[in-house]
């Protein structure tokens, strides 16, 4: 994966409890998470097999 730099303003609170050395590595895992709350029909499409079957699901559920 490529990657850019960036600046990103913290609490110091939450800059603090992480080390310096696992810091973009948590930021990049919390983003991650986030990105995948934001997508959630994608995330019930893989867990549930996929496009078909979702809205299949879907169409059962809303009888």
């Keep these: ?3 850019k730099r960036c600046t990103v303003t ?3 609170e939450i800059r603090s409890a992480v ?3 696992a810091f973009s590595a948590y930021v990049t895992r919390a ?8 997508r959630p029909a ?3 499409e893989r867990l549930e097999g996929g ?3 979702t809205r299949a ?3 059962l559920r809303s009888r």
């Design 10 to 12: 913290l609490p110091e």
């Design 51 to 53: 496009p078909r079957v």
């Design 31 to 38: 983003l991650e998470g986030q990105r995948e709350r934001d």
């Design 42 to 44: 994608e995330l019930v």
């Design 1 to 3: 994966m490529a990657t």
């Design 57 to 59: 699901l879907c169409v």
């Design 19 to 21: 080390g310096p050395g």
